[in-house]
């Protein structure tokens, strides 16, 4: 099989690739529901998930519906999300999708992109993760690793996370943006690093445009550029 020369020639061997290597991809944040995690996606700007993985709980047993989260003291808020930062402004945000949530949706996560979007502290790609995760609807969520691989692999030359999302979204079948999306970033995080790319672990450096030559002597590539599990 020859390279794949075309944005979606390259995005659709993209996909083949990594759900081979990331068969098991999830959502790294715990929830049980989709308000869990809506608040956790909120609690998960400028954080890491394992930070809102520690956090969750108690706030998840203080609060444990869009109800109780509605009517709750915003310095009791503050107190239990403070280590996440940006607490005063998270506090906010999560009540007041708690607030949204109980007085325009009966309580429930909607799953309307154009409803999710008008709950405060949501945006496309918090909406796009509890579509795609929580209630098994296309969404493609774009972050900063999907975004830099996205660009690296040459799918695409847009900045604008809504251009990219809308670019990958035409090559890509929609049961798979949401995959998809989990597998960019665990390449992301694992290999395709921001600062020190590690492309002679990647299984995707034979046809990427921005790889740099891997070492035949490496023990980690197999023949294709395969990564071995370890």
Not at 50 to 61: E, G
Not at 64 to 91: C, M, Q, W
Request: hydrophobic share 35%.
């Amino acid at each position: 099989m020859g390279k794949p020369r075309t944005p979606r020639g390259r995005a659709l061997e993209t996909m083949r690739r990594l759900a081979e290597e990331y068969p098991d991809a999830s959502c790294a944040l715990h929830h049980e529901n989709p308000y869990q995690l809506l608040a956790a996606t909120i609690l998960s700007a400028q954080c890491t998930d394992a930070r809102v993985n520690m956090v969750t709980p108690r706030l998840f047993a203080r609060y444990p519906e869009p109800h109780d989260l509605a009517h709750a003291d915003p310095a009791e808020v503050e107190e239990i999300i403070r280590s996440t930062g940006f607490y005063k402004n998270k506090a906010r945000s999560l009540i007041g999708m708690a607030e949204a949530l109980v007085d325009r949706f009966g309580g429930e996560v909607p799953s309307d992109m154009e409803d999710l979007t008008t709950i405060p502290g949501v945006g496309r790609k918090t909406a796009n993760v509890v579509r795609s995760v929580a209630l098994g609807l296309p969404g493609l969520p774009v972050d900063t690793h999907v975004s830099r691989l996205s660009r690296r692999l040459g799918l695409t030359e847009q900045t604008d996370p809504v251009k990219i999302e809308e670019e990958l979204c035409r090559y890509l079948p929609p049961g798979e943006w949401g995959p998809f999306s989990l597998r960019l970033i665990l390449h992301g995080r694992q290999v395709c690093l921001a600062r020190s790319p590690r492309c002679e672990l990647c299984v995707l450096a034979d046809f990427c445009p921005s790889a740099r030559t891997a070492s035949p002597a490496s023990p980690h590539v197999k023949k294709g550029g395969r990564v071995k599990n370890s």
